[in-house]
Nanobody, 124 residues
Framework: QVQLIESGGGLVQAGGPLRLSCAAS????????MGWFRQAPGKEREFVAS????????YYADSVNGRFIISRDNAKNTMDLQMSSLKLEDTAVYYC?????????????????WGQGTQVTVSS
């Protein structure tokens, strides 16, 4: 059974850092692009960042570019999201996702595998 499990969420003060991790099991995702998405209350799920299968290409939403860094370790079947300078508007449930293609993309509908999500709350 394929599973993506997020961890690292929590409560953090505005301006602070937080690191999310995604651990994959059930199959290797070294040949799959992966990404992070988030959903705030009352809003649609939105793209945050994605990374190609090799890790050589990354994409970021404009709202997080320069503050978040996505990375992956194919040997460990894991992916991380290092978040810094967090803002109140970053508060959301963050989801790890993977797709059946090597190339990274911002398109939510192309991701076939999803984690259950981890809550990130930024306080003032």
């Amino acid at each position: 059974q394929v599973q993506l499990i997020e961890s690292g969420g929590g409560l953090v003060q505005a301006g602070g850092p937080l690191r999310l991790s995604c651990a994959a099991s059930g199959r290797t995702f070294s040949g799959s692009a992966m990404g992070w998405f988030r959903q705030a209350p009352g809003k649609e799920r939105e793209f945050v960042a994605s990374i190609s299968a090799s890790g050589g290409a990354t994409y970021y939403a404009d709202s997080v570019n320069g503050r978040f860094i996505i990375s992956r370790d194919n040997a460990k079947n894991t992916m991380d999201l290092q978040m810094s300078s967090l803002k109140l508007e970053d508060t959301a449930v963050y989801y790890c996702a993977a797709r059946n293609f090597r190339t990274a993309t911002m398109t939510l509908s192309t991701f076939a595998y999803w984690g259950q999500g981890t809550q990130v709350t930024v306080s003032s």
